[in-house]
């Protein structure tokens, strides 16, 4: 059809404004750091305009990824996603007592489902609040979840909570067992 982006430049463009989105950055921040127009960034992630690799690797930088890891990929075309146990991408130890296993990475995708474990009295602080909406169900254990200025909430296995994640949030293990949490995140966000 006249007027719509070949399938990989609408993807690439998709794939940059989930990663600039995902870091929290303007398109002016994002042009600064890789030396280009705001402009053509734009026109870039509604997939109006193709890229030289010169400028790609720019972006890549600009992300600290390498220029590949911008670049969709052609050959996945199975909508439906599985990750069989043990073999999630990767995990992360946000803090003491504090690991994350972050379930799919795909910043395409709208969600980010993620595995938290909280050693006993660790605790999953965001001061400043990120962008989206966060939603969180106990696995196991007890949590007390404190949202801004809101009375801290005790939650335990089979619980669950939404807020949104702009506010500060808090996720503390106040049991003296491991606390573990699926928390779903809209839009993702490297961790």
Known sequence: MKGEAPPTRSRLGERLRALRQARGL????????SKCSRSFL???ERGQTDVSATLLQ?????FQLSAAD???DEARTDILKVVRHGEAPRSVQLGPGVQVQVLFTDLLQKIQPVLL???PGSEQRNDVGHAGEEFIYVLDGEIQLTVHH????TLRT??????PSALPHCIGNVASSEARILTMSTPPRLI
């Open 117 to 119: 474990s909280l050693e």
């Open 158 to 163: 089979g619980d669950s909570a939404y807020y």
């Open 70 to 72: 911008l670049l969709p």
């Open 26 to 33: 303007t398109l002016q921040q994002l042009a600064d750091a």
């Open 58 to 62: 720019r972006l890549a930088a600009a």
């Open 150 to 153: 809101s009375a801290p909430r």
């Open 42 to 44: 734009s026109m870039l």
